[in-house]
């Protein structure tokens, strides 16, 4: 299936060979911000400008959970990407700060607990276009159209992600603002993509830019990977 949600409040399923529209769910109250798929466990999540974050079941199409950020994330105060990683059993949002909660394996419906404690340092300043996550690295990586990339280290005791780099890509891509960006298969090379048709290559352990051209084959992973 292919899910989707826009400007008009509604998450709508498609089946994925035909484009036949499946369903049409309500219930957000602001632009649907990011929508992810966790087919294994039979459910799907998206959440919205507001920071409400709702569950829904796959073949059913009801929402099975929702549950609201309550802590601020200024400037803009809304959420702007969403990941589900079933290795960690977290739900992820990110805004100005990533949101984290902890759901049991399998059961993404489960009770959601509190979300994450905020970070002492500064958030991001503008609306984040994209979260990941690398198993390799045990980090969260998230990052804003005004070009800032947080790198976040998950401690699993605590469910916390104190953050340990920030840096900004930018001069990497002349000054446009950033609309896609996705890690590649390994978890250590950060793609990002601009708004001026611009792809470029980060080490997310140092934040320099890699310089070398990109390959077709990585290319077409970054298409992949980044939808």
Not at 96 to 101: G, N, T
Not at 118 to 143: N, P
Request: net charge negative; aromatic share 6%.
């Amino acid at each position: 299936i292919i899910v989707t949600g826009g400007a008009d409040r509604t998450v709508r399923v498609w089946q994925d060979d035909s484009l036949t529209l499946n369903a049409e769910l309500h219930g957000h109250k602001t632009v649907v911000a990011d929508v992810v798929v966790n087919e294994p466990a039979l459910h799907f999540a998206s959440c919205d400008a507001s920071r409400c974050v709702r569950v829904w079941h796959l073949h059913t199409y009801q929402c099975v959970q929702s549950v609201t950020d309550l802590e601020p994330h200024p400037p803009e105060n809304k959420l702007g990407a969403l990941m589900v990683d079933m290795v960690s059993h977290r739900l992820v949002a990110a805004g100005a700060y990533l949101s984290i909660w902890g759901v049991e394996p399998k059961k993404m419906a489960a009770e959601l607990s509190s979300p994450r404690a905020k970070d002492t340092v500064q958030g991001h300043t503008s609306s984040v276009v994209s979260i990941a996550y690398s198993h390799r690295f045990g980090q969260f990586i998230s990052l804003c159209e005004g070009g800032e990339v947080h790198v976040n280290e998950y401690q699993p005791r605590s469910g916390t992600a104190p953050r340990i780099l920030s840096f900004n890509t930018s001069n990497g891509h002349d000054g446009a603002l950033l609309s896609a960006g996705t890690l590649d298969s390994n978890g250590s090379r950060l793609f990002t993509g601009s708004a001026n048709g611009l792809v470029r290559l980060w080490n997310t352990n140092s934040g320099e830019a890699m310089v070398e051209e990109m390959s077709e084959a990585e290319a077409r992973e970054f298409v992949v990977r980044a939808g």
